[in-house]
Structure formats: structure tokens, C-alpha cells
């Protein structure tokens, strides 16, 4: 190893602690808050988690789809199928408590949602944006820790995207999804009947992937510490870990999520321009990743996305990932694209795969099963689709 490579590894290292540190003094700040510190600090400490757990693990819906279609590499996907497993049990055990015999009540606050046409359009929008632009929303935010800027771009046209979703949102609420059904699993099923019929699809799902998967050339054996901080930890790791945090965040805070914020600072830009309806039908009546007109600077999922990206940040920096990168106008081009796509399909749907599919499946809506299956068919036709054009 070159002089200039120890001292770029000690230099980013050293980074990587100083953001930590900085972090933890942005910790002690939002404590301090009255009233809402208490939450506040717990959304940051959830966000410092899940950003870790994102980059550590490679947590990208996109890239772990990408890998299977081009590679037959299953474990990304496995990891995905893990953390909904975990997830489903944990949600499980707090719906007992809240609710000890569901009935026509749904839990409060989970990302149940209504179930249509609308909403496996809206999947299917949000897939290609993934395809289009390399990424899920959650996977722009870890990746702009490593140094991807071009997720900036991506970012941007997600918010233009909630810009064009609350134009069209009057429209497909008053026609469609006022009169959608809301299916929550447990209502039907009972909490048994629910979590045994989730998790015998997911193992079903999770057998045939095995069955595809074409095995990769083992590891080399790592130190502990290169276990932990320098090579990305094993698929299933990750999977465990967020299945793990997205009951304990629901438990505590809300349901896992990253538009809310996202969302509500495009509704508010829009507000201020007037080029919002005056009324939104209906919109602040549903759970979900929901937007909101900001009056204050901080909130619950705002923080915890802060903590997302500076927590990836200081993961990438301890690793020597952190690889800044801006992209040529194609790519600008195709990111921003794919963004408006993803933030047109996550508006309308009401949450991304973090939201909608991980914490809706989660907790037992089939409204995440649809988004899951709508938003996979949009992403495989638009990855095959840049395949044969070599776009």
C-alpha cells in the first residue's frame, strides 16, 4: 500500500469521526427541544441506524434486483425477504398489544393503505424510476454518504415529481381511491392466520431464489474489524438488522420511511408558488409516508433522514467508499428522469419501497404486496428495456 493510500485511509477515517462526533453533539441539541426533543433525538438515533445498516448491507432494492437479473445472484434479494420476515414477526407482537382481537380498527399509524388500480400504476411508475435513475429513494440518500451526486439530481426530480403528484392527486382520488378498499390481513385472517400465510409466501419466494441462485467464489476470512467497518456485511445480516428496526421504530416513533420529508418540503415549495390545488381531497386523511405544509424546521422523519445520509457518510468514510463522482449530462439526464418517476409513483401511492412495501407488508397491507409486485414488473420492463436500447 502507497504512502498517499495510508494517509487518504487515516485522513477519511478521521473524517468519519468527526461526523460521528458532530452527530452526536446534533443529538444532544434536539434533547434539548422542548416538548418534541424527546422524539426528535429517537428519530436521529433510528436515522443513524438505518443509514448505517443501508450502506453496510447495500440495501437497494434496484441493485439487488439488478444483480438477480443479471447475474442470478439471489442473496440481495434474500436479504430483502429476511428484514420482511423479521419485520412481520416484531409488527406482530406490538399489534397484539395495541390491538388484542383485530376488528374493523386498523393499528394506528401503519402504512395500510387503499388498494387499486392507481396504486399498481403508481408501482409500476416508481419501479422504472429505479431503473431509470440506479436507485430506490432510500438507496440516493445512503449513496449521497458515498459520494454520488449524481443522486442529487435524482433527488431533484423527486421532489418535481411530488410537485406533479399533488396536480394529478384530485383527479385519481375522487375517481379511484376515495372508493378503494383498505385491506389489512389480520382483519380477515386473524393475526395467525396472517403472519403464517405472509411467511409461507416468503418462503416459498425464498426457495426459488435459492433454486436460481448461481453461487459466487467465497470471502476471503477477515478480521473482525474488516468484518465490521471495511467489507459490506452479508445480505442477511442487513435483513435482520432492518426487519429489527423497523418494528422498534414503529414501536417508538412511526413506521420506517424517507418521503414524508421529501413530500412535505415539495408541498410547501408548492404552497408558497400557488401551484398547488387549493384543496388536496382527501390526502391528510391516510397513513403512510404523509406531507404536510412545514411550519417548523425540524420534524420526526426529517431528522431521521438527516441521520440516514450523515451515518452513511461516516460508514463510507471508515471504509474507503467514499468515492466522489459526478455524472456525465446522459446520466444527469437519466437520474433526474428516472427521479420524477420516483417521486410521481411514491406521492401517489403514499411511500416508496421503504414505506409502502417494507413497513406496509410488515404490517399485513396488501397494499405493500401490490406495490411490491406492480413496482417489480416496472422495474424488470424498464431494465430490459435500457438493455436492448444500451441506454
Known amino acids: 500500500m502507497s504512502v498517499s493510500t495510508v494517509s487518504s485511509t487515516i485522513f477519511q477515517r478521521g473524517l468519519s469521526l468527526v461526523v460521528l462526533c458532530g452527530l452526536l453533539v446534533f443529538y444532544f441539541s434536539l434533547s434539548r427541544i422542548e416538548d418534541t426533543g424527546r422524539e426528535l433525538s ?32 439471489s ?38 393503505g387503499p388498494v387499486s388500480w392507481i396504486l399498481a400504476l403508481a408501482a409500476f411508475v416508481f419501479g422504472s424510476g429505479m431503473a431509470l435513475s440506479g ?30 403528484g399533488f396536480k394529478t392527486w384530485n383527479w385519481v382520488y375522487l375517481r379511484v381511491i376515495q372508493d ?30 435459492l433454486r436460481l441462485h448461481r453461487p ?8 473482525l474489524f474488516e468484518a465490521l467497518i471495511i467489507r459490506r456485511w452479508p445480505p442477511y445480516v442487513g435483513g435482520i ?10 414501536f417508538r416513533i412511526a413506521p420506517l420511511g424517507v418521503t414524508a420529508e421529501i413530500g412535505s418540503i415539495a408541498r410547501t415549495l408548492g404552497d408558497a ?7 388536496l381531497e382527501g390526502l391528510d386523511s391516510f397513513t403512510g409516508c404523509a406531507t404536510v405544509v412545514k411550519d417548523t424546521l425540524l420534524s420526526n422523519n426529517g431528522v431521521f433522514v438527516i441521520g440516514l445520509i450523515f451515518a452513511a457518510w461516516a460508514a463510507a468514510l471508515a471504509a474507503g467508499q467514499f468515492r466522489p463522482q459526478l455524472p456525465d449530462w446522459r446520466s444527469a439526464l437519466r437520474q433526474f428522469s428516472g427521479g420524477v418517476l420516483l417521486g410521481w409513483g411514491s406521492m401517489t401511492a403514499l411511500g416508496c419501497t421503504v414505506g409502502t412495501l417494507l413497513s406496509g407488508i410488515m404490517a399485513g397491507a396488501v397494499s405493500g404486496w401490490v406495490f411490491a409486485i406492480f413496482c417489480l414488473a416496472g422495474l424488470w420492463l424498464t431494465w430490459w428495456l435500457r438493455r436492448l436500447l444500451s441506454v
Open 75 to 112: 442473496r440481495g434479494l434474500l436479504g430483502i425477504l429476511t428484514a420482511l420476515m423479521i419485520g412481520i414477526l416484531g409488527y406482530a407482537l406490538i399489534f397484539g398489544a395495541i390491538l388484542p382481537e383485530p376488528g374493523q380498527r386498523l393499528p394506528p399509524d401503519a402504512h395500510i
Open 273 to 279: 408558488l400557488q401551484w398547488l390545488p387549493e384543496r
Open 135 to 164: 436507485s430506490c429513494i432510500s438507496a440516493h440518500l445512503y449513496r449521497l454518504g458515498e459520494g454520488a451526486f449524481g443522486s442529487l439530481l435524482a433527488l431533484t426530480g423527486v421532489m418535481a415529481g411530488f410537485l406533479l
Open 241 to 250: 438488522l432492518i426487519g429489527a428496526l423497523g418494528a422498534a421504530a414503529y
Open 42 to 73: 429517537l428519530s436521529l438515533i433510528f436515522g443513524l441506524f438505518f443509514g448505517v445498516f443501508l450502506q453496510r448491507s447495500r440495501f437497494c432494492f434496484f441493485c439487488v434486483t439488478r444483480d438477480f437479473l443479471e447475474h442470478r445472484d
Open 216 to 223: 459466487t467464489p467465497a470471502s476471503p476470512s477477515d478480521s
Open 180 to 209: 378503494a378498499p383498505v385491506i389489512w390481513l389480520p382483519n380477515h385472517w386473524g393475526y395467525d392466520g396472517a403472519v403464517l400465510a405472509q411467511l409461507g409466501l416468503l418462503a416459498i419466494l425464498g426457495f426459488v431464489l
